[in-house]
């Protein structure tokens, strides 16, 4: 790491990851802010993923069900939804 102008150089190679963990950061004050849990972080140089807490306020991200998984005799839907470039994804059990 070199410092230039006061300015902290990473190198090109770091720079996605630099870039995804402050999208990562963005996006969970955002959901924090608006009641959110978040359970998990997952950040890579693309794509990076917050898996938040079901509760009702997530009809409010205009999720889309991309799974449906049998956990221990119960079936479960994974939703999912991009706020600024990030995916949100949260499990919702169906008690029916």
């Known amino acids: 790491m070199t410092t230039t102008n006061n ?6 190679d770091n720079q996605p990851i630099i870039d995804a963990l402050k999208k ?4 969970a ?3 924090c802010n608006q009641g959110f849990r978040i359970i998990d972080v997952y950040v890579k ?3 990076p993923r917050i898996i938040i807490n079901p509760a009702k306020r997530c009809a409010k991200l205009g999720g889309t069900m991309i799974k449906r998984t049998r ?7 994974t939703f999912v939804a991009n706020i600024d470039g990030v995916q949100v994804e949260w499990m919702v059990p169906d008690h029916g």
């Open 7 to 12: 300015v902290i150089q990473f190198g090109k």
């Open 24 to 27: 990562v950061e963005e996006v």
């Open 29 to 31: 004050l955002k959901l």
């Open 45 to 47: 140089n693309r794509n």
């Open 71 to 77: 956990l221990q005799n119960c079936l479960v839907f």
